[in-house]
């Protein structure tokens, strides 16, 4: 996992500390897993706001932009409360509404899990957020599993 022979500094508990090469590669690998898994809470708090909640994008800008003022500040939570406001100038709405559900997968997530469960570490919302992230690619699956769950809610209310 890297180029051998160099050297890296890292800060750790205040002290500078050089270390082996690969291992730069590893730290910006679970880096990585740790934003998806921000990202992923991101996502289900949007989820459970918008479908759940019944709140708009303008609210939804103004909540994420009152949480970014205080221990949940990041970059992250920062541009999501701009993405609410940003308009589609083709198709009118907003933007966020007309988004694809379905997303592509590089590995270093995958990586990120493998790796804590070689170390037998604990990493449940990298995992939960490859999990998400992996099912959103199957887009074209979850229509037909949509489709047979709603013929099957007929059936039943028929019978």
Known sequence: MG????????????RSCLVGGGLGNFIKM???GIEYGDMQLIAEAY?????AGGLLNEELSRIFYEWNK?????????????????KDALRGGELVDKMLDKTGMKGTRKWTVQQAVELSIAAPTIAASWDCRYLSG????????A??????RMKEEVN
């Not at 989820?47 to 479908?51: A, G």
């Open 47 to 51: 989820d459970v706001l918008k479908n």
């Open 147 to 152: 489709k047979a769950l709603e013929e099957a």
């Open 138 to 145: 199957l887009k074209e699956e979850r229509q037909s599993a």
């Open 70 to 86: 205080g221990e949940l500040e990041s970059f992250s939570i920062e541009i999501t409360t701009d993405i609410f406001k940003v």
């Open 3 to 14: 180029v051998s022979g160099v050297k890296m500094v890292l800060v750790m508990d205040h």
């Open 30 to 32: 679970v880096h990585h």
